[in-house]
């Protein structure tokens, strides 16, 4: 059974940072990219940024570029996402993803992660 657990959420001030974990269980973790995402109150959910299945590539959105730092663990089945210089508009819960199609090793469009965490909320505020 595919299972994805998020951590590291929390209150935290302007210009402050974070390290989001999400733990993988169920499936050969180090076959796929995997995706991180948020959504915002009254916001749809987007997509954060991406990491391939051996760590070679990634993908940021706008928005966090420059700022935040995704990495993986495969031996550990441990993704991260390292958030720094946070803004009160990162504000949201972050999910961790997984492509639906067997073996996705490269980041594909977001609209191609179909399974997802729980997550766990971030927010940012003085």
Do not use: H
């Not at 948020?38 to 940021?60: D, I, L, N």
């Not at 803004?87 to 961790?96: G, R």
């Not at 992660?113 to 971030?122: A, C, E, I, L, Y």
């Amino acid at each position: 059974q595919l299972q994805l657990v998020e951590s590291g959420g929390g209150l935290v001030q302007p210009g402050g940072s974070l390290r989001l974990s999400c733990a993988a269980s169920g499936f050969p973790l180090d076959y796929y990219a995997i995706g991180w995402f948020r959504q915002a109150p009254g916001k749809e959910r987007e997509g954060v940024s991406c990491v391939s299945s051996r760590g070679g590539s990634t993908v940021y959105s706008d928005s966090v570029k420059g700022r935040f730092t995704i990495s993986r663990d495969n031996a550990k089945n441990l993704v991260y996402l390292q958030m720094n210089s946070l803004k009160p508009e990162d504000t949201a819960v972050y999910y961790c993803a997984v492509p639906g199609r067997f073996g996705t090793w490269y980041c594909p469009g977001w609209a191609d992660f179909d399974s997802w965490g729980q997550g766990t909320q971030v927010t940012v505020s003085s």
